[in-house]
């Protein structure tokens, strides 16, 4: 291996730890969720500060890189991913902060009722599971993985698209659940946007390993192309 | 301003039984600046000289196919008339060590025995130099020997010399691979400057120099002409992978 393969093979493990991180910071922000688990929630907000470290981190050394080898082809296209994927793992991290945050700051546990009503946690699980596939996607320079995420992304979207009905319901049981719904629908909302961090995370993807362009109106095409 | 100045069918040349390009086909439009990319050995430098008939001039040496300049077969044409009409440059800086700058300049005309008055030769000498981006560094020393320049300067003065005898083409070799950075930048800018009047064809190993100073690239490898696209496309998504190996550094 050359010396820029042994760099950016580097580097992809250095994405792949923070995407495991930010990963694991979105699974704790759900449990501290369900269980109302304040002290989880604020090891999540503590944990933060290191997505922000990786973030640095991987900026700086797509920098060195690119002073130092002046890279072409799939080699540039991996950098230029590079630096937008974790641009979207950071703004990853700080939706499962958010939602900890809620947590920490709720006087009551969330109703598990009201938990279901909204799909909420349906809508969580498909989330993570759609972060964990454009990891694998990454990893494995899956392209046809990649762009099943723009389909799964729909999902994620009817929900979101559906919430105010939802929410409305669970105020309308529940006068004084108030609060507690409007926090629900803000963490359908993160979630909502964890979905388009994904699908750019994908759009990525299949830009370094193919050179196809698919954001903005391409990326509907690569959904026409899924169904 | 498009059209096709230069153009190969099934070109291939020989040294004796080696059969060192192979069946090249290209279009070089006029006013595009071209860099010649490839390993050592794979025929970048003989399709180079095979243009302006340099290639004939090595015992043993072959050529087969139909190499065009302006729509004319070249291997029809006189040899020096084909070599007026493409000036070249070398790797290293070659100004005749015993003449001057001034005569270095006009060496085209002084050495092929073209009668030309002083006043033509004046005006010969300041339109390439300045050309060339020479002309304000040397002109209070026009009569001093074309060596006591520097490096880079004495690449521009043979850069100049060719600009002299208003070639349609410049074919550079490696231009740039004697020269310290400070001298290949300015020679680079050059190139941008040239392209203006003239169409460029460099070889170079330099691939950041290619991605730089060129419109269009092309990649040779074991004689063969694999890929030829816009430079832009070429570096950041080659279609052949044996030019994505080349140009990341993974050629085994």
Redesign the interface.
């Known amino acids: 291996m050359?010396q820029?393969?042994n760099e950016i093979s580097a580097l992809k493990k250095e994405i792949v730890n923070m995407w495991i991180l930010v990963q694991s910071q979105l699974n704790k922000a759900r449990e501290a969720m369900i269980k109302f688990d304040k002290d989880l929630a604020r090891e999540v907000l503590v944990k933060e500060k290191r997505v922000n470290s990786f973030e640095l981190k991987i900026d700086r050394d797509v920098e060195n890189i690119f002073a130092l080898y002046?890279?072409?082809?799939?080699?540039?296209?991996f950098l230029l991913a590079a630096l937008k994927i974790n641009t979207n793992l950071e703004r990853i991290g700080d939706i499962a902060s958010g939602i900890a945050k809620y947590v920490v700051d709720s006087a009551v546990n969330y109703d598990t009722a009201a938990l279901e009503s909204t799909s909420l946690l349906r809508m969580y699980d498909e989330a993570v599971n759609i972060l964990i596939d454009t990891r694998t996607a990454f990893e494995n320079e899956d392209t046809v993985l990649a762009r099943s995420i723009f389909k799964r992304d729909d999902v994620l979207d009817a929900i979101n698209d559906n919430a105010p009905i939802t929410v409305a319901e669970v105020i309308k049981a529940d006068i004084t659940s108030i609060n507690e719904a409007l926090f629900i629908l803000s963490i359908i909302r993160k979630l909502e946007r964890v979905g388009d961090q994904s699908k750019n995370i994908a759009e990525e993807i299949i830009f370094y390993v193919e050179?196809k362009i698919l954001k903005h109106s391409a990326s509907q095409k690569g959904k026409k192309e899924n169904e | 301003m498009e059209s096709t100045i230069v153009s190969s069918e099934n070109f291939n040349a020989y040294f004796g039984d080696n059969h060192v390009v192979k069946d090249v086909n290209i279009k070089i439009k006029r006013n595009e600046v071209i860099a010649v990319m490839g390993p050592s050995g794979c025929g970048k430098t003989t399709y180079l000289r095979c243009i302006n008939r340099m290639h004939e001039l090595i015992p043993g040496a072959t050529s087969k196919g139909l190499m065009k300049l302006d729509d004319q077969d070249v291997y029809k044409m006189n040899a020096i008339y084909v070599r007026y009409k493409i000036g070249m440059v070398f790797q290293r800086p070659n100004p005749f060590p015993n003449l001057s700058i001034y005569e270095n300049v006009i060496a085209g005309y002084l050495l092929n025995g073209l009668k030309i008055s002083k006043a033509d030769k004046d005006v010969i000498v300041e339109k390439s130099l300045t050309s060339a981006a020479l002309w304000k560094e040397v002109k209070d020393s026009l009569h001093k020997k074309g060596t006591f320049l520097s490096g880079g300067q004495q690449q521009r003065l043979c850069i100049a010399r060719a600009i002299a005898m208003e070639p349609e083409l410049i074919l550079f070799d490696e231009p740039t691979s004697a020269l310290d950075p400070i001298s290949t930048s300015s020679v680079e800018t050059l190139f941008h400057e040239l392209k203006a009047n003239y169409t460029l064809i460099i070889v170079t190993h330099n691939?950041?120099q290619a991605?730089r100073v060129s419109d269009k690239t092309a990649f040779f490898y074991l004689g063969e002409l694999v890929e030829f696209d816009d430079t832009k496309t070429m570096?950041?998504?080659?279609k052949d992978q044996r030019?994505?190996n080349y140009?990341?550094?993974?050629f085994s």
């Open positions: 050359t820029l393969e002046c890279p072409v082809a799939i080699d540039l296209r050179a | 691939m950041q991605a570096f950041t998504n080659p030019t994505q140009i990341t550094g993974r």
